[in-house]
């Protein structure tokens, strides 16, 4: 009979399990619009500007051969603080995804044990009355398992699976935002650093002319008063120099944060490493950026990766509250043993086959009368997933915008560059010759000064637009989502803070992400 009932339980399970479904919707790619080609590529004179090649741009620091720039982002990786914060995301939606996976199996399981004296009374009023006293020893082993008939249990996997994938992402794209802060900043100090060297140069110019004024002065050629203009405007220029000085040390500051480092340790990242380099050097950008094409944007940018891998996540959703909606098939189960010393029994006989205890048998529930609480969860998750398509499509349109608008501003930013460096060159020899028609008496001081201050307003200006160029590249780059690939053949967390989270709990191999990681999300998308 045992034997009997063990097989139709066993094949009640297989028919369960056979005619397991899915309800609720399968996640189907939102339509996006997305341009053809990009404006203003290829748009620029010989081989400057954009191109729609194939873009290159994994380690785009690389292309402004600056070895100090790629140590700097090196040590971003390795140390920025916040970046090792979005990685603890990462390892918080693995573990649930492993959760979820849990789900599939019995969910409730128990093992217990128990020894209880008992003592009973005769229930007389007679003195001579005595109590029955007694063992009772008894192990149990429970079990409950609900198939995963209508796909519950599997849309919540494939929510936290794309939930977990969305978390990649997201680490990819703060690394884009990392590479390009850091880069961005690195810029800025250079051309602070060349703007006080511009000024100080200028200072030493503005010396000498008031040395040349002072002789002149001395031997009565000239009144008091061009001493006098000599002298303001040499307070003046050196008067601009301190608020550079302090623009200069907050970037330095600010740099520190995304290193992970001291303020006081990144003068000493910022030396070149090599001998015979030059140092406070403005990284020169490359004269052509391959961008691609408008839908690369689409397998390469982590944020777009991440909207669409969150509208999956919803999506699956649905199906999983949904759901809820249907019966609900269990299985339970129960084996033990007990025993007592009653009756010339002993409770270390509790292990004979005799003494075992079982029960098994299905379970069956639905939910009545929950005036819609369900119904309207998967109304509410429904307009999330919805929300969700609008941020993707969002994304996708955000994400050319920024495309857009680096490649025009590296384009313009190099037609600056060129005008400025024309206008350099003539400040230079304007000021040269206005100096020796002083020195004739051609031309009054006033135009001297005048020439000066001109000069030291072009050279700053080319000092900006010598910063402005490799910015605009930076800010294309990170438009292009490039610099995540950089995390590539390594996981999200250290060793350091592996070993600090293994001395803590069991973690097992889920610390280790290097090969979740370089799964390409694009693998799992067609299958939802």
Known sequence: MYKIKSVSVAALTLLLLNACTM????????????????????????????????????????????????????????????????????????????????ELYPQQQSLSADYTRQSMGSGGVDSDTRSSTFDIASTNLQASWEPDFWGKYRRAIRADDASFLSSLAAYDDALVSLTAEIGTSYVAI????????????????????????????QLGQISESDVEQAITSLSQTEASLPPIKTNLQKEKDALAVLLGTTPKKVDGLL???QANTKSNKIPVAPSSIAVGIPKDILRQRPDVRQAELEAIAQSEGIGAIKAQLYP???????????????????????????????????????????????TNQVRQQDAVFQQAIFNYQNAVLSAQKEVQDGIVSYVEAQKTLKSMTAANTAALKKTQLTLIRYQEGEVDYSDVLNAEVDQLNVQLSLTNAQGSVPQDVISLYRALGGGWQIRQGHDVVSDDVKK??????????MLNTNSDADKPPSSVLPSW
């Open 271 to 273: 030396l070149p490493k």
């Open 190 to 217: 250079r051309m602070y650093q060349a703007q006080i060297a511009v000024t100080e140069k200028n200072i030493a110019v503005q010396k000498e002319s008031l040395d040349l004024v002072q002789n002149r002065y």
């Open 328 to 374: 609900a098939f269990s299985l339970i189960g129960s084996f033990g043993y007990s025993a007592s010393n009653m009756n010339d029994s002993s409770t270390n006989d509790i292990f004979q086959w005799s003494n075992r205890t079982y029960s098994i048998g299905p379970s069956l529930s639905l939910p009545l009368l929950n005036y819609g609480q369900i």
């Open 500 to 509: 600090q989270m293994s001395d803590r709990s069991n973690w097992g191999d």
């Open 23 to 102: 309800v609720g919707p399968d996640y189907k790619k939102p339509e996006t619009q997305v341009d053809d080609q990009w404006m203003n590529a290829n748009g620029s004179s010989g081989n400057h500007g954009a191109n729609t090649s194939k873009t290159q741009d994994a380690a785009w620091w690389k292309s402004f051969n600056d070895p100090v720039l790629n140590n700097l982002i090196e040590e971003g990786y390795k140390n920025n603080l916040s970046l090792q914060s979005t990685g603890m995301n990462v390892l918080q939606a693995r573990a649930l995804l492993a959760q979820s996976v849990g």
